[in-house]
């Protein structure tokens, strides 16, 4: 059920960058972050209130809150960057690009969580960086 919801995620995320760039069409692109970033708050939050997951929020450890709000500065410098790299460049090469995020992940999560890197999942991270660097050039 997990690469449904992987499928969905690549999807939006397309549409984020498609969306994304024509709204940032003469606009600051840290306002169009910060705009873009209320939205997605309010949904998060009306699917939280809405399904009753909100009593979740007094079981979270200091280690649990740590590192979402690790998490969410990471975020938010990704979109500002991102928002920036839209407006100055073509969606078709932005969105690549930034994608290289998932050869970074499979790196990082060998070295940091220790998770076995598999010659399958080396080979494919090899490959996206090739073929970001062929996009770039």
């Known amino acids: 059920m997990w690469w449904i919801y992987a499928l969905l995620a690549a999807f939006f995320a397309s549409l984020t960058a498609i969306f994304g760039k024509i709204g940032v069409t003469n606009v600051n692109s840290d306002l169009a972050t910060a705009i873009r970033t209320i939205i997605i708050l309010l949904i998060a939050w009306a ?8 009593k979740g929020i007094a079981t979270l450890s200091k280690h649990n809150l740590i590192f979402l709000v690790l998490s969410g500065v990471a975020t938010g410098l990704s979109w ?32 940091i969580l220790k998770e076995v890197l598999t010659v399958k999942t080396a080979i494919g991270a090899t490959l996206i960086i090739i073929g970001t660097l062929v996009l770039i050039f």
């Open 47 to 54: 699917i939280v209130l809405a399904r009753g997951e909100f």
């Open 80 to 111: 500002i960057f991102y928002f920036k790299a839209l407006q100055m460049g073509k969606a078709s090469q932005v969105a690549p690009v930034d994608k290289l995020s998932v050869a970074l992940t499979i790196i990082l999560s060998a070295i």
